[in-house]
């Protein structure tokens, strides 16, 4: 039970972190939200066996990381989180790729450990881009925003809804598991025939409580349309910003900044 009411805690952490106040949360969401969709076509756009050119990236979530004041211990909890998806993507890519691509000293590196090495690199950086903007726009802002940038109705709405639902679903599921527990007598096991009845249970009763959810919003007048809360302004510190990110992106993606700044460290040392 416990377990079930923290992870549904770890969903919310992110939409409690955007009702906070620093000059990234004062942005406008649409500049954030171009921002990040830039950050992420950069950083997917490298070739598959580029790892030393995607570091100055770390630079962009560093920033917001700091400046948005976003504790870390969140944004790494939900990295380690989603870590075995990208672990499973590239797991395979040195039993198929070995031919040698470098070396390191005495050491001869293939290049399906440095295209993995590149997997989790750019997993890492995009990852912590769109949670960094969902801690710091918060999710109905971001809807908003993809509605206000043109994005169809419909995937705007079922995106809000879906996420909405979550909570829902999580709150039936803890009614019914603090039930089981209160009903099981102490024992804490069950059978698989006890949990398939909890889920079918849980089906039914989601399904009752999402046309009730509905029923209330069509009484309230839901004509399919996002209204956000609070009006969208676009003022000169957002051009700012997505110009002065666009324009790291661009250096940092044709520029050699990665080199750049190894001979520069070099420089610094020798």
Same mark, same amino acid.
């Given at each position: 039970?416990?377990?079930?009411?923290?992870?549904?805690? +770890?969903?919310?952490?992110?939409?409690?972190?955007?009702?906070?106040?620093?000059?990234?949360?004062?942005?406008?969401?649409?500049?954030?939200?171009?921002?990040?969709?830039?950050?992420?076509?950069?950083?997917?756009?490298?070739?598959?066996? +580029?790892?030393?050119?995607?570091?100055?990236?770390?630079?962009?979530?560093?920033?917001?990381?700091?400046?948005?004041?976003?504790?870390?211990?969140?944004?790494?909890?939900?990295?380690?989180?989603?870590?075995?998806?990208?672990?499973?993507? @590239?797991?395979?890519?040195?039993?198929? +790729?070995?031919?040698?691509?470098?070396?390191?000293?005495?050491?001869?590196?293939?290049?399906?450990?440095?295209?993995?090495?590149?997997?989790?690199? #750019?997993?890492?950086?995009? %990852?912590?881009?769109?949670?960094?903007?969902?801690?710091?726009?918060?999710?109905?802002?971001?809807?908003?925003?993809?509605?206000?940038?043109?994005?169809?109705?419909?995937? %705007?709405?079922?995106?809000?809804?879906?996420?909405?639902?979550?909570?829902?679903?999580?709150?039936?599921?803890?009614?019914?598991?603090?039930?089981?527990?209160?009903?099981?007598?102490?024992?804490?096991?069950?059978?698989?025939?006890?949990?398939?009845?909890?889920?079918?249970?849980?089906?039914?009763?989601?399904?009752? #409580?999402?046309?009730? %959810?509905?029923?209330?919003? &069509?009484? #309230?007048?839901?004509?399919?349309?996002?209204?956000?809360?609070?009006?969208?302004?676009?003022?000169?510190?957002?051009?700012?910003?997505?110009?002065?990110?666009? @324009?790291?992106?661009?250096?940092? #993606?044709?520029?050699?900044?990665?080199?750049?700044?190894?001979?520069?460290?070099?420089?610094? &040392?020798?």
């Amino acid at each position: 039970m416990m377990r079930l009411d923290a992870a549904l805690g +770890d969903v919310d952490a992110l939409d409690r972190l955007a009702a906070g106040d620093s000059p990234v949360h004062r942005l406008d969401p649409r500049a954030k939200l171009i921002a990040t969709a830039a950050f992420l076509v950069t950083a997917i756009s490298y070739p598959k066996h +580029d790892v030393a050119e995607l570091t100055p990236l770390f630079l962009y979530p560093a920033t917001l990381l700091a400046v948005g004041r976003v504790p870390t211990r969140v944004i790494g909890r939900y990295l380690l989180l989603a870590c075995p998806f990208a672990v499973l993507v @590239g797991a395979f890519n040195p039993l198929l +790729d070995r031919q040698t691509a470098l070396h390191v000293g005495p050491l001869a590196v293939s290049g399906g450990w440095l295209s993995f090495i590149s997997i989790l690199v #750019r997993f890492v950086l995009t %990852v912590s881009a769109v949670l960094l903007l969902l801690a710091c726009t918060g999710y109905v802002a971001v809807c908003a925003a993809m509605a206000r940038l043109g994005a169809p109705r419909l995937l %705007v709405m079922q995106s809000l809804m879906l996420y909405r639902f979550i909570f829902i679903l999580a709150d039936e599921a803890s009614r019914m598991v603090r039930a089981h527990s209160l009903r099981s007598l102490g024992k804490h096991s069950a059978s698989i025939q006890t949990w398939g009845s909890l889920a079918g249970n849980l089906l039914l009763r989601a399904y009752d #409580r999402g046309l009730r %959810v509905h029923t209330a919003m &069509l009484a #309230r007048g839901f004509d399919g349309t996002l209204h956000p809360v609070r009006g969208l302004r676009w003022s000169g510190r957002d051009t700012l910003f997505v110009v002065g990110s666009g @324009g790291f992106l661009v250096v940092a #993606r044709y520029g050699h900044l990665a080199v750049r700044l190894g001979q520069w460290t070099m420089g610094m &040392l020798a």
